[in-house]
């Protein structure tokens, strides 16, 4: 005999969907698909904030290598992307001071940049005094780590030799045409991919003799480690005390 439904219930269908209860297999995958949309979105974010920043550090790079400044059209074309997300990057950039617009609406670099390389440069005294160090007392000369600011040399650290009897004088700070003296001319040939030692007699203070040789190999760094000394150099000899110092000081600083 066949059963029936009660009264007033339709019969049980068996392909009918039944809700899983609280704490069940259907539930559980429930939340795991919404904690993994959660988790994709959160990577999504941080891509985009990753992309955006590689760009904005990209447009600066390409800023500061434009000596006659950038069009916003030119910074798409080498960025690669278009007018308005550069118009986006520039916003916040110029809110901060490190871009600029000149009066034709060129990209130049902005003053902020100024503020962050003065909070540097300590840093990077403190991470070429060793080298200096080492390099002064062995050469038995005034050594020092110059940098380009404003297109000229900059003496940002300075070591004298703590043995000798007489040595030059030479004050952090001092600057000079990058033409003119071996620290310069050494910081010009680096622009030229030349990491041989360059030596000067008198071209920027009688009777003051130098070598100096780039330092190579540190992002966004233009520099040049040397010696200064009141006798002539050998350069034969000192040329590669200069050489060691300058890799020591562009691995740390790298």
Same mark, same amino acid.
């Given at each position: !005999? =066949?059963a &029936? ?8 269908s068996?392909?009918a969907?039944?809700? %899983? ?5 259907? @539930?559980?995958?429930?939340?795991? =698909?919404?904690? #993994?949309?959660q988790? =994709? ?19 600066? $790079? ?8 950038? &069009?916003?059209?030119?910074? @798409? #074309?080498q960025?690669?992307?278009? *007018? %308005? %997300?550069? /118009? ?5 950039? &110029?809110? +901060?001071? !490190?871009?600029? *617009?000149?009066? =034709?609406?060129?990209?130049r ?7 962050l ?16 160090? *080492?390099?002064?007392? *062995?050469?038995?000369?005034?050594? +020092?780590?110059?940098?380009?600011e ?8 300075v ?10 004088? /030479?004050?952090?700070?001092?600057? $000079? ?5 071996a ?16 030596s000067s ?7 003051? /003799? ?12 233009? @520099? ?22 300058? &890799?020591?000081?562009?691995t740390?600083?790298?």
């Amino acid at each position: !005999m =066949d059963a &029936t439904a009660p009264a007033g219930e339709p019969p049980a269908s068996p392909s009918a969907p039944v809700d %899983a209860p609280a704490g069940q297999p259907g @539930a559980v995958a429930g939340q795991a =698909d919404a904690v #993994n949309e959660q988790a =994709d979105a959160v990577a999504g974010r941080v891509a985009e904030t990753s992309q955006t920043l590689d760009r904005g550090l990209r447009l600066l $790079h390409l800023v500061a290598d434009a000596s006659a400044g950038l &069009t916003v059209t030119e910074a @798409a #074309n080498q960025l690669g992307i278009g *007018r %308005a %997300a550069v /118009y986006r990057l520039v916003g916040p950039l &110029t809110g +901060h001071g !490190m871009l600029r *617009r000149d009066g =034709d609406g060129r990209l130049r670099l902005g003053a902020g940049l100024l503020h962050l390389a003065r909070r540097a440069q300590p840093l990077l005294a403190e991470g070429a005094l060793p080298a200096l160090r *080492r390099l002064a007392e *062995r050469a038995g000369a005034t050594a +020092h780590l110059t940098v380009v600011e404003g297109g000229e040399g900059v003496a940002l650290a300075v070591v004298e030799p703590s043995w000798t009897s007489f040595h030059v004088a /030479y004050r952090a700070g001092a600057r $000079h045409p990058l033409d003119r003296g071996a620290a310069g001319r050494a910081i010009l040939a680096g622009r030229a991919g030349v990491a041989e030692p360059i030596s000067s007699s008198g071209e920027l203070q009688a009777g003051a /003799y130098g070598v100096a040789a780039p330092v190579l190999g540190v992002p966004g760094l233009e @520099a040049s480690v040397g010696v200064v000394a009141l006798a002539p150099l050998d350069v034969e000899t000192i040329g590669p005390q200069v050489l060691a110092a300058a &890799t020591a000081i562009a691995t740390a600083l790298s």
